[in-house]
T-cell receptor
Framework: AQSVTQPDIHITVSEGASLELRCNYS??????LFWYVQSPGQGLQLLLK??????LVQGIKGFEAEFKRSQSSFNLRKPSVHWSDAAEYFC????????????FGKGTTLSVSS | DGGITQSPKYLFRKEGQNVTLSCEQN?????MYWYRQDPGQGLRLIYY???????QKGDIAEGYSVSREKKESFPLTVTSAQKNPTAFYLC????????????FGQGTRLTVV
C-alpha cells in the first residue's frame, strides 16, 4: 500500500537560513510525488511535482526537491527562507492509474524566526 | 478564472443535523475528491469520483455521503451518523490522466455544537 511519512511535525528556521523538509514514501512502482503548501485556514497550493526524468525538480517560490529512489525520499529544500514561507507543508504520492486519489503525509509546520 | 469553489467557508450546525457542503469546479476535470483535515492528521480521503454518476469510498467514508450528478459539482453531506464531524473539509479535482496533481478549493470549516 502507498504511504507517505513526514518525520518532522514542526520545524523552526531563522529567516535567511536554508531549509530542508523530509519526505519518505512507500510505493511499489515509480511514484508520482508532490509537495503542497497550506497557509492557515486556506486550501493547498502545489509547489512542485515529480513524474520522471531529472531527479532535481524546481518549483514555485524558490523551492526545489530531489527524488532519491534508493532512499525512497523526496525532500523539499530552499536555500534562504523568508518569513512568508511560514506555513504547513504536505508531501503526497500518486499512482499511475487514472483518477486515483493522492495520498498525503501528515504535514510539517514551518515557523520562521527573525 | 478557472478554479474550485467551496461554500460556505464557515458552517455551524447542531449535533444530530445533516449538513451539505458545496464544491463546484470549472476546470473541466473529470475526477473530484473530498478530504478531511484534522490537526496533526494530514488529509484523509472521504470519497472520490472519477466520472459523473459514479463515486468510491475513501478511507473514512462512514457517516458521509456524496452525489455526482454533474461534472462540475460534487457535494458532500455530513450525516448525523458521523461521530466527530467538526473538522476542515477540502474539495479537490484533477484530470484523470495518471499521476496528475490535484487542485484544491479553499476549504469549509464545519463546527458542530
Amino acid at each position: 500500500a502507498q504511504s507517505v511519512t513526514q518525520p518532522d511535525i514542526h520545524i523552526t528556521v531563522s529567516e535567511g537560513a536554508s531549509l530542508e523538509l523530509r519526505c519518505n514514501y512507500s510505493y511499489g512502482a515509480t511514484p508520482y510525488l508532490f509537495w503542497y503548501v497550506q497557509s492557515p485556514g486556506q486550501g493547498l497550493q502545489l509547489l512542485l511535482k515529480y513524474f520522471s526524468g531529472d531527479t532535481l525538480v524546481q518549483g514555485i517560490k524558490g523551492f526545489e526537491a530531489e527524488f532519491k529512489r534508493s532512499q525512497s525520499s523526496f525532500n523539499l529544500r530552499k536555500p534562504s527562507v523568508h518569513w512568508s514561507d511560514a506555513a504547513e507543508y504536505f508531501c503526497a504520492v500518486g499512482a499511475e492509474q487514472a483518477g486515483t486519489a493522492l495520498i498525503f503525509g501528515k504535514g510539517t509546520t514551518l515557523s520562521v524566526s527573525s | 478564472d478557472g478554479g474550485i469553489t467551496q461554500s460556505p467557508k464557515y458552517l455551524f450546525r447542531k449535533e444530530g443535523q445533516n449538513v451539505t457542503l458545496s464544491c463546484e469546479q470549472n476546470l473541466n476535470h473529470d475526477a473530484m475528491y473530498w478530504y478531511r483535515q484534522d490537526p496533526g492528521q494530514g488529509l484523509r480521503l472521504i470519497y472520490y469520483s472519477q466520472i459523473v454518476n459514479d463515486f468510491q469510498k475513501g478511507d473514512i467514508a462512514e457517516g458521509y455521503s456524496v452525489s455526482r450528478e454533474k461534472k462540475e459539482s460534487f457535494p458532500l453531506t455530513v450525516t448525523s451518523a458521523q461521530k466527530n464531524p467538526t473538522a476542515f473539509y477540502l474539495c479537490a479535482s484533477s484530470n484523470t490522466q495518471g499521476g496528475t496533481e490535484a487542485f484544491f478549493g479553499q476549504g469549509t470549516r464545519l463546527t458542530v455544537v
